[in-house]
């Protein structure tokens, strides 16, 4: 029977392969005194791990994703329970060959061996296959099997062995109990309760899986999860398979177009589906061990949902599933997790000190997710940027269940789908809307989401700009680099920079540190000099402790106690959290979100001073109001905190007010600027155009705990004296020449082979003349961190990191796009701007 | 040969059943529906004389509309005919489906071709009534052997066997014939990916059979109280060898 600690340093929840995985990388990390809870036995205790197809694709479109699934793969193969059996993904559709072709691009740019094949070259890897029925297919040599069980095994008795580790299985969590003295007031945990005994401790981690959501709940917080069905069934015996060796001989296949996969597993053919119609199980529905005909993630298999996926494998490989001696001998309909945005939820949570999330993943990241969280709970930065996967990205509506259930059943069905790096959800939506979304809806804004938010990205009233502009406005003629985009926005653009513009800047996710110790958090935090006079503005990156990228954000003095932060919606909630974290406990400075207290306008173009000085009395000339200050001023009755700093490289204001004061300041504006030729402006200026041709980096595309201050060519003359964190890797950094440098490049010639131009979008990667990959000395590959126009200097611009050997201005690269090559130049090699390089138009 | 095998729709359930709310049910929610054990055997044996002998296996079921998922389990598996009488939201007990299965055994009879053999699963999952294949015999005036764990089958007659207290009796008999089987008599085969298909595309007869209330009814479900099994651990690694090996010896299997 169970011998159940009194005390733990941690408990893990959930023995499947996360739990396992992060158990042995504490261990490894020096931990002592873990215990691992599961309400089921080992080695199988029931949950995803148990049913899993248990096959590792390497590509994957999001880095952090790829990342993951490599070091998964890696310690998989250390364990020795990786099976390379190789995999092809086909195609029966047209798109579906592009497609492939922009994966394998994708695949080249993290250095996966990928290649695009023919119909006959996929017949003879997969002989079974009816190559008539395809048109080609994407090979991808290092794709593998794995045994999650035994790997799972493996990592809990090393733990175990070291003697950090104590097993208790078959003991349910009955609940997690808290008391109110944690950071900021929050909880914090104390105990967590099982049916085989409390177990005392601070820390509680939860990999439960589909679980998650319900284990969380013990200790007050979301997680925004949901079990969703996933069918598979097993078709044996397959007589071609009765000679093979091992688990699996041929290459999986991925019938993308179908949403399905056909794999072997020893003597059977396992199928599986993302087609069928998605079927949510709430987390409080899922069966019970006892009550289980198979196991709890193994719910009866619903065969009307899968007939329509039968006639397709039939169609794939009519000889060996067409066989009437092979039976469907195993058919479930497994849960598997899905969050909103279909990454991991990692890290501690932003509602409960002391609770940890290692939830979400699948077994392609499992023992990478072991890795990083163990990593951070060790007060070490993640080897892998997880960044994209922290818990506390999600704003509290983003965690209600109907947005959680809404996304993963818009998720469910594109699984295997082609998804546009720009597209938008469709369900949930609005939830998040300015103070003047009715007035951007009359203009037919295009509006896209981010943080829950709804931005316009152009406005169909600047329609009648094209033809002002006919000839600058660089329209794109294929399809997919057309999807989500407009040339509206490159003319919007071109009426900012040739008047002004306002742009609804509502996402921006706004806090304020107050109090005696305000300055000392905000300067522990930012690497730029924060004690500055009130009414400065100040824009800083912050850094994790490896000198890596944690935030970049501006900051507003506005008084000696009082500092307000205004950072992205995308980030807000991460970037609050990690404020949160380095409040004193003492309580000598406090954090409050003012996100939806306050509202900001922008104003920029080189008419912006025009505008604004027509509607206030106060003196914005550039004497009176100089750069990078904030102060007060008064427009159209209304008290408005002004900030003159830009984001486009023009002229202009943030102008912050209480959002119920939105409509009128925009409207006094709007009168005032229409005189002056002032248009509205989406985010597509704002966020792309604009600041590509200024080279303002982007946290998340070039700002990553990957990279440096001075790779990003973002250093400056000084450091502080005062300590912050990453201080120490930032002064070695800047001791040291870079291993890359961010270079802005042009596209010379857009011109495919056969068809229309093409322009990139941002993950190509970069090669040399040759045709080679570029890989800086830290192993890291070039490839385009963001793309975009550039009217105002007339080119396609793509950013990316370069070796130093290649960071200078007039050097000729390649792009790869869709897999075919484009020649690019090297326009800029760091920071300085391709418009307007002396920023005449900021300081005018 | 036509063959005419009675299936029943059944929650699939776990080691531990769970009642809804108002007691008059099994919570189905998270469970999905199978036909009996014995049942699969039925079909499997059914379908196996006919591949022998040739003919027509009838699936029939009295059930919900939904039924006819089951009826298409069967018809995965080899059978030719599905037929589902519907039992209309009405409560039936043994009498009531043995009346409904009469009934349309008759019915078939003046349609022709006529059952020459009615297979059904000695006892249904959920009821364990016992009742329904002998009330069908007694009802046509057939013959019939109920618990059958080996059954030949010739032109027009079978020979039926079971267990018994440690012995094996034999029924000799003419056709037709109900003859009620029992898990063990075949190894049912799993159904092919084209006999699904097949099954999908496949027509289902329904019927309404005349529903009359009978003295056997469901009053509510209780789960008895089930005592707590325990598990013994016998050691770990191959300390536990010697242990297992007695047990095993105990129990009679390594003889």
């Given at each position: 029977m169970n011998d159940t600690p009194g005390r733990a340093s941690a408990v893990i929840v959930g023995a499947g392969i996360v739990g396992n995985s992060l158990a042995c990388h504490l261990a490894r990390l020096g931990w002592r005194d873990l215990v691992l809870v599961d309400k089921g036995p080992m080695p199988n205790p029931g949950g995803s791990t148990g049913h899993a197809s248990n096959f590792i694709f390497p590509i994957e479109y999001s880095k952090m994703m790829m990342e993951l699934t490599r070091d998964s793969t890696e310690q998989y193969q250390e364990l020795g329970v990786f099976t390379q059996s190789g995999g092809v993904e086909v195609a029966r559709t047209q798109v579906r060959m592009d497609e492939l072709r922009r994966r394998c691009t994708a695949a080249k740019a993290w250095g996966i061996p990928a290649e695009v094949i023919s119909p006959a070259e996929v017949a003879k890897l997969v002989p079974y296959l009816d190559e008539s029925v395809i048109l080609g297919g994407a090979y991808f040599p290092t794709v593998g099997v794995v045994d999650s069980l035994r790997a799972g095994t493996l990592m809990r008795e090393e733990a175990q062995r070291s003697g950090a580790l104590q097993v208790v299985a078959g003991a349910e969590v009955l609940g997690i109990d808290t008391s109110g003295r944690g950071r900021n007031g929050r909880p914090k945990i104390t105990s967590v309760r099982t049916t085989a005994g409390e177990i005392e401790t601070s820390i509680c981690v939860i990999c439960c899986g589909v679980w998650s959501p319900r284990i969380a709940r013990m200790a007050g917080a979301r997680l925004p999860l949901t079990p969703i069905v996933h069918q598979m069934i097993s078709v044996g015996p397959i007589a071609l398979f009765a000679g093979t060796q091992g688990e699996i001989t041929y290459p999986i296949v991925r019938d993308v177009d179908t949403n399905m996969y056909e794999r072997q597993h020893g003597g059977d053919m396992e199928v599986g589906s993302y087609a069928h119609r998605p079927i949510i199980v709430p987390p409080d529905d899922i069966p019970s061990i006892e009550e289980s005909a198979l196991s709890p993630t193994e719910l009866p298999?619903?065969?009307?949902?899968?007939?329509?996926?039968?006639?397709?494998?039939?169609?794939?490989?009519?000889?060996?599933l067409g066989d009437e001696k092979a039976g469907i001998r195993y058919a479930?309909?497994?849960?598997?997790?899905?969050?909103?945005?279909?990454?991991?939820?990692?890290?501690?949570?932003?509602?409960?000190?002391?609770?940890?999330?290692?939830?979400?993943?699948?077994?392609?990241?499992?023992?990478?997710?072991?890795?990083?969280?163990?990593?951070?709970?060790?007060?070490?930065?993640?080897?892998?940027?997880?960044?994209?996967?922290?818990?506390?990205?999600?704003?509290?509506?983003?965690?209600?269940?109907?947005?959680?259930?809404a996304r993963a059943r818009e998720g469910f069905n594109k699984m295997y789908g082609i998804v546009h790096p720009a597209e938008q959800w469709e369900s949930g939506r609005p939830v998040r809307v300015s103070p003047?979304?009715?007035?951007?809806?009359?203009?037919?804004?295009?509006?896209?989401?981010?943080?829950?938010?709804?931005?316009?990205?152009?406005?169909?009233?600047?329609?009648?700009?094209?033809?002002?502009?006919?000839?600058?406005?660089?329209?794109?003629?294929?399809e997919w680099d057309a999807r989500w985009w407009s040339p509206v926005i490159n003319a919007e653009h071109l009426a900012m920079r040739d008047a002004c513009g306002l742009v609804d800047l509502s996402a921006f996710a706004i806090f304020d540190v107050t109090g005696p110790s305000a300055l000392d958090v905000v300067q522990s935090l930012a690497v730029a000099q924060l004690d500055v006079a009130p009414g400065r503005v100040v824009y800083t990156s912050l850094l994790d402790e490896r000198g890596g990228f944690k935030a970049d954000l501006t900051v507003m003095r506005l008084g000696r106690e009082r500092f307000r932060v205004v950072t992205g919606g995308a980030t807000g909630q991460a970037d609050l959290a990690w404020f949160a974290e380095h409040l004193p406990a003492d309580g000598t400075a406090a954090l409050a979100d003012q996100t939806s207290a306050q509202v900001t306008i922008g104003l920029w173009g080189p008419r912006a001073r025009d505008v604004l000085q027509s509607v206030t009395r106060d003196d914005v000339s550039h004497a009176g109001f100089p750069f990078a200050t904030c102060r007060e001023v008064e427009i159209a009755g209304l008290s408005v905190l002004a900030s003159r700093i830009s984001y486009v490289g023009e002229l202009g204001w943030e102008l912050h007010v209480p959002v119920e004061q939105g409509g009128k300041l925009w409207d006094a504006l709007w009168a005032a600027g229409t005189p002056h030729g002032l248009v509205p402006v989406g985010i597509g200026v704002y966020g792309t155009t604009g600041r590509l041709e200024k080279g303002y980096r982007a946290f998340g595309n070039e700002l990553t705990a990957d990279y440096t201050l001075v790779e990003a060519g973002m250093t400056r003359p000084k450091v502080k004296a005062q300590p912050f964190i990453g201080k120490e890797a930032y002064l070695a950094q800047r001791a040291e020449p870079p291993a890359a440098v961010l270079c802005t490049l042009t596209v010379d010639d857009h011109t495919p082979p056969s068809g229309p131009a093409r322009y990139m979008l941002g993950g190509e990667p970069i090669l040399s003349p040759a045709g080679e990959r570029l890989v800086d000395a830290k192993g890291r590959p070039s490839y385009v961190t963001s793309a975009g126009s550039g009217p105002s200097v007339g080119r396609h611009l793509l950013l990316a990191y370069l070796p130093p050997a290649q960071a200078s201005v007039g050097t000729r690269l390649q792009v790869e796009c869709f897999g075919d090559a484009y020649p690019v130049t090297v326009a800029v090699a760091g920071a300085t701007p391709l418009f307007d390089p002396d920023n005449a138009r900021i300081r005018s | 040969m036509e063959i005419a095998v009675c299936v029943k729709r059944v929650p699939q359930v776990g080691g531990r059943i769970v009642v809804t709310p108002d007691g008059q049910d099994v919570d189905t929610r998270m469970s999905g529906f199978a036909i009996s054990p014995h049942e699969e055997c039925a079909v499997e044996e059914a379908v196996?004389?006919?591949?022998?002998?040739?003919?027509?296996?009838?699936?029939?079921?009295?059930?919900?509309?939904?039924?006819?998922?089951?009826?298409?389990?069967?018809?995965?598996?080899?059978?030719?005919?599905?037929?589902?009488?519907?039992?209309?939201?009405?409560?039936?007990?043994?009498?009531?489906?043995?009346?409904?299965?009469?009934?349309?055994?008759?019915?078939?009879?003046?349609?022709?071709?006529?059952?020459?053999?009615?297979?059904?699963?000695?006892?249904?999952?959920?009821?364990?009534?016992?009742?329904?294949?002998?009330?069908?015999?007694?009802?046509?005036?057939?013959?019939?052997?109920?618990?059958?764990?080996?059954?030949?089958?010739?032109?027009?007659?079978?020979?039926?066997?079971?267990?018994?207290?440690?012995?094996?009796?034999?029924?000799?008999?003419?056709?037709?014939?109900?003859?009620?089987?029992?898990?063990?008599?075949?190894?049912?085969r799993y159904p092919s990916l084209p006999g699904r298909l097949r099954a999908k595309r496949a027509a289902v007869e329904q019927y309404q059979p005349q529903w009359q209330p009978e003295g056997l009814r469901t009053r509510g479900l209780r789960v008895p109280d089930q005592p707590r099994q325990q598990a013994t651990v016998l050691g770990t690694g191959t300390d536990a060898v010697p242990a297992l090996v007695r047990l095993l010896d105990e129990l009679g299997i390594l003889k």
């Open positions: 298999f619903t065969a009307d949902d899968f007939d329509p996926q039968l006639a397709e494998a039939l169609e794939l490989m009519p000889e060996l479930i309909n497994g849960l598997i997790s899905m969050t909103p945005d279909g990454h991991p939820l990692l890290g501690p949570a932003p509602e409960v000190d002391g609770l940890w999330s290692a939830a979400a993943s699948w077994i392609k990241e499992g023992p990478g997710v072991g890795r990083v969280v163990a990593e951070w709970m060790s007060g070490q930065v993640p080897t892998v940027d997880v960044d994209e996967a922290n818990v506390a990205r999600f704003y509290p509506s983003q965690r209600t269940v109907a947005h959680v259930q003047v979304y009715d007035r951007e809806r009359e203009l037919g804004a295009v509006f896209f989401e981010t943080a829950g938010w709804e931005r316009p990205y152009w406005y169909a009233s600047n329609e009648s700009l094209q033809e002002r502009y006919a000839g600058r406005l660089m329209p794109r003629d294929a | 196996q004389i006919t591949e022998r002998l040739g003919g027509t296996v009838s699936v029939l079921t009295l059930g919900p509309a939904e039924a006819a998922d089951q009826l298409r389990d069967a018809l995965a598996l080899g059978a030719h005919r599905a037929v589902l009488l519907e039992a209309g939201g009405h409560a039936w007990g043994p009498a009531g489906t043995a009346a409904a299965i009469v009934a349309e055994v008759r019915r078939r009879s003046a349609e022709g071709p006529a059952y020459d053999l009615l297979l059904l699963g000695n006892e249904a999952a959920d009821t364990g009534d016992y009742q329904v294949g002998i009330r069908v015999a007694h009802g046509l005036g057939w013959p019939c052997a109920t618990g059958i764990k080996q059954l030949e089958v010739t032109g027009d007659a079978v020979r039926a066997r079971r267990e018994y207290r440690g012995h094996e009796e034999t029924f000799e008999f003419g056709l037709p014939a109900v003859i009620t089987v029992k898990e063990g008599i075949n190894l049912p």
